[in-house]
């Protein structure tokens, strides 16, 4: 009867670790919205240059970066970023004033994740093309 008795003790707590829940992944960090706004301009030297203000929305979780490139002709021609902690959703905007007014343009939205020193991305969006 002892016997019995262990083993079924055994037996419950088997199934007990077999049906425990399993811990939910944490949320990934992913770019849900953007808005692209033509701001004003600024001279550099001969050239008059378009401002552009980017908002991006984002889940994260943990230490990150975001950051926003303003792309022209291919080449990154300006970016801006902020440092969020903790986890949930954030707002960020930056402002960006790379490209001479006419130029056609684009940006690519990053949140980041490590040091400063090294950064890896955890999501990325690209947003279309805008001349103003």
């Given at each position: 009867?002892?016997?019995?008795?262990?083993?079924?003790?055994?037996?419950?707590?088997?199934?007990?670790?077999?049906?425990?829940?399993?811990?939910?992944?944490?949320?990934?960090?992913?770019?849900?919205?953007?808005?692209?706004?033509?701001?004003?301009?600024?001279?550099?030297?001969?050239?008059?240059?378009?401002?552009?203000?980017?908002?991006?929305?984002?889940?994260?979780?943990?230490?990150?970066?975001a950051?926003?490139?303003?792309?022209?002709?291919?080449?990154?021609?300006?970016?801006?970023?902020a440092?969020?902690?903790?986890?949930?959703?954030?707002?960020?905007?930056?402002?960006?004033?790379?490209?001479?007014?006419?130029?056609?343009?684009?940006?690519?939205?990053?949140?980041?994740?490590?040091?400063?020193?090294?950064?890896t991305?955890?999501?990325?969006?690209?947003?279309?093309?805008?001349?103003?």
């Amino acid at each position: 009867m002892r016997r019995m008795t262990i083993v079924v003790g055994i037996l419950i707590a088997m199934l007990g670790f077999a049906v425990a829940p399993v811990a939910a992944a944490p949320p990934s960090d992913s770019i849900g919205s953007w808005q692209v706004t033509c701001g004003g301009t600024i001279q550099s030297g001969s050239e008059l240059h378009r401002v552009y203000s980017v908002s991006m929305t984002f889940d994260y979780t943990g230490k990150k970066e975001a950051r926003i490139y303003e792309y022209s002709q291919g080449a990154a021609i300006d970016s801006d970023h902020a440092w969020f902690h903790g986890n949930g959703q954030a707002t960020f905007t930056g402002t960006v004033a790379g490209a001479p007014v006419g130029s056609t343009v684009s940006f690519v939205l990053y949140v980041l994740k490590g040091s400063h020193h090294q950064l890896t991305p955890t999501a990325t969006a690209t947003t279309t093309t805008y001349s103003c």
